[in-house]
């Protein structure tokens, strides 16, 4: 199966585009690649799943990327960025969560959605856990966020 639509589908030629993109990542069970000129550009095959790690305060240290399939993460971490080799950083979380979730598949509802105000509280919680100086509108710092396609435990 494959979905595809366009910009003005999906927003109206006054209003700015849409900023997200939808990638084929797998089709009969084969992993696929979207090949580009720009290696940025360029995705890692196959389904993923996203983390985040946690530090012993309980602050984020990271988000990271995994091939569905592999182990949770556990222990030191090396996360390793897909495209800039030298960038390169072990992580100790202490605790780790898995942010996503499957909601909908083959067309079945698997349990009730969340309502709004259940995803407002949510997102508020996860706001309250990061670092003060993760959060504020000046002199930011960026939480780290790699793809971990082949974590070394």
């Known amino acids: 199966m494959l979905l595809v639509w366009g910009t003005h589908l999906v927003t109206c030629k006054s209003q700015p585009a849409?900023?997200?993109v939808y990638?084929?990542?797998?089709?009969?069970?084969?992993?696929?690649?979207?090949?580009?000129?720009?290696p940025i550009k360029t995705t890692m095959p196959g389904k993923k799943?996203?983390?985040r790690l946690y530090g012993k305060e309980g602050?984020?240290?990271?988000?990271i990327i995994q091939e569905d399939g592999e182990p949770a993460p556990e222990g030191r971490v090396l996360c390793r960025h897909p495209n800039l080799e030298l960038k390169r950083v072990y992580?100790?979380?202490?605790s780790y969560k898995r942010l996503q979730k499957t909601w909908v598949k083959e067309g079945k509802v698997l349990e009730p959605?969340?309502?709004?105000h259940e995803i407002k509280k949510l997102c508020e919680d996860e706001i309250?856990?990061?670092r003060r100086d993760h959060v504020r509108l000046l002199?930011?710092?960026?939480?780290?966020?790699?793809s971990a396609n082949q974590c070394i435990r």
Request: proline share 7%; with cysteine.
């Open 113 to 116: 959605l969340p309502s709004i």
């Open 18 to 20: 849409l900023g997200c």
């Open 139 to 146: 002199n930011q710092r960026l939480t780290r966020s790699l």
């Open 59 to 63: 602050h984020p240290l990271a988000d």
């Open 91 to 94: 992580i100790n979380p202490t």
């Open 23 to 38: 990638k084929l990542v797998k089709v009969n069970g084969l992993n696929r690649i979207k090949l580009s000129e720009d």
């Open 128 to 130: 309250k856990m990061m």
């Open 49 to 51: 799943v996203l983390y």
